[in-house]
């Protein structure tokens, strides 16, 4: 980063398709899909659009 972030702040709102949690038990952790969503506190899952998905956190690169 070319500076320090204050906490919270935003720096991107992208938009996002969100699935319930029984969606994602019934199909979305079967497919690709499941590679690239937000888990979220509630149970609910979001597929980010835009420049979001760049956002999607990687715990190992190499499987992307």
């Known amino acids: ?3 320090e972030l ?3 702040t935003v720096i ?3 938009p996002v398709l969100l699935f319930t949690a029984a969606e ?3 199909h979305g952790k079967h497919t690709v899909v499941d590679h690239y969503t ?3 506190r509630d149970g609910r899952m979001a597929l980010a ?3 979001g ?3 999607v956190p990687v715990t190992r690169p190499w499987d992307h």
Do not use: D, T
């Open 24 to 26: 994602y038990e019934e």
């Open 53 to 55: 998905k760049l956002f």
């Open 6 to 8: 204050e906490a919270h």
């Open 12 to 14: 991107e709102i992208s």
């Open 49 to 51: 659009l835009g420049l």
């Open 38 to 40: 937000f888990k979220w």
């Open 1 to 3: 980063a070319a500076r």
